[in-house]
């Protein structure tokens, strides 16, 4: 395991890379948010050994203004962070492991696709933990953690709508001891999982962890596969059965998730011949 | 499966309450009952219960007499489901 401090774009950027001594390529990891990035660590390392052993490096970067990474939350918005995942990519070619495939994570899908506008064709493939498909529905589940708080303190009130006025007024807000500044608030309310992120990627490995056996993919899921699959591109799902690794009390890993997408990212799409020019 | 018992099993998962989720009853105390339920268990809880019910809960409906005990909790989410 190598961890290495990559200029950012504002600052210094946390990478950790976990790269085996046969390496043909890099999967990099693009995080979800604030605290489900903290759920999440677990099952990151243990992916990383899983693809360490099929011979492929994890490179997994703290956002600007997260973990061990410089800059402070409040001053972070989607340009700084999709500058530095760019940097963190040009960084692991420049140390001869070039990034071909993506795993985008909750949050992380809909800036992985952002990436992907940046460079069509660079990434063979993806695999989309959990996809979040609206930034604002997202944001409206973010705020209720400071809604739900203070709903169990007696004489205090908070609703979304007060927050947003305060947010307004103050030009930041703090849900759950993350502040958040109004750019990034502004950029999370326009964001949605761009369909096109379909044609710029090779394949997307389509990813959740739902409830029950009897249990299917959420309506915006299933609307947002079939529609890219009418268009021609290439989308396969994979469910399995577990609990919500990614906003659990406890820390909990998916062993099934984990083993399906080291296997899937091991196995290079055989109809695509990849250009990397 | 009826709502008491609908809402039983999403605490158990979002709670990961296991075994501890069967003993619960419909007097069962959830705010200030349960450890684990916190802000973030709340907010978790709610989304799975719009997911499976498939309406929207908004936020000036969110109380602490809605969480305080499993009955109150179905009670709210079949008045929901009626609408």
New interface residues.
Partial sequence: MQAAFVAGARGRILVVARRPAQQRSAVLIVPPFA?EMNKCRRSFTELSHALAERGIATVLPDLYGTGDSEGEFVDADLDVWLDDLSRVVEWSSAQGCPVTALLCVRLGCPLGALLARRWPGRFEQAAFWQPVLDGKRFLA?F???????S??EPNKRE???ALRALLHSSGRIEV?GYELGSKLVGQLDTLALDARCCADIGAIHWMEVL?DHAATL?TPSRQFIDAQRSAGHEIAEHTFVG??FW????I?TNQQLIASTAEVLAARPAMRVANHG | MNDVERIRKILR????LGARADSLSGSSRL?GGIP?F???????I???IE?EYGFVVD??E???DV?ETLDSLATFVAAKAAR
């Fill in positions: 605290e589940q705020f209720r953690l400071r809604v739900a708080a709903m169990m609703s979304v709508e759950a409830r959420p609990e919500p906003s659990s009390v406890e909990v | 998962d979002a709670l990961q705010l684990e916190d802000s973030m268990a709340v907010v978790s709610i989304g799975m997911e936020d000036d969110m109380s602490a969480f």
